[in-house]
């Protein structure tokens, strides 16, 4: 069982910059297309970015204007999202997910992905 452990949230001030990660376990993380999604209280969890294998291939959610950034390092098996501009609106529970069998994958579903870390709080104030 792949075993995903995301870092880097916590209570952040509005405007400031976020920068998650995300750690994978096992051999194959190189294999695996990774996508960070994130869920507010009484809401879906939703797709913000994605990266397929190699790196070369990036898919982000047109909701953030621009303002996220997803990549990935193999030789450390992690994947990281960095967010600007952090607003109170962004406050929610950082999910990233791998899919392992990605080469036709869109990404941006749930369903994409066979593991999910825990997930980590960013909570942000004003």
């Known amino acids: 069982q792949v075993q995903l452990v995301e870092s880097g949230g916590g209570l952040v001030e509005a405007g400031e910059t976020l920068r998650l990660s995300c750690t994978a376990s096992?051999?194959?993380?190189?294999?695996?297309?990774m996508g960070w999604f994130r869920q507010a209280p009484g809401q879906s969890r939703d797709f913000i970015a994605a990266?397929?294998?190699?790196?070369?291939?990036?898919y982000y959610s047109g909701a953030y204007r621009g303002r996220v950034s997803i990549s990935r390092d193999d030789a450390k098996n992690s994947v990281f999202l960095e967010m600007n501009g952090l607003s109170p609106g962004d406050t929610a529970v950082y999910y990233c997910?791998?899919?392992?069998?990605?080469?036709?994958?869109?990404?941006?579903?749930?369903?994409?992905?066979?593991?999910w870390g825990q997930g980590t709080q960013v909570t942000v104030s004003s």
């Open positions: 997910g791998a899919a392992e069998n990605s080469a036709n994958l869109p990404f941006g579903l749930i369903s994409d992905y066979d593991y």
């Open positions: 990266v397929k294998p190699g790196g070369k291939y990036k």
């Open positions: 096992g051999r194959n993380f190189i294999s695996y297309g």
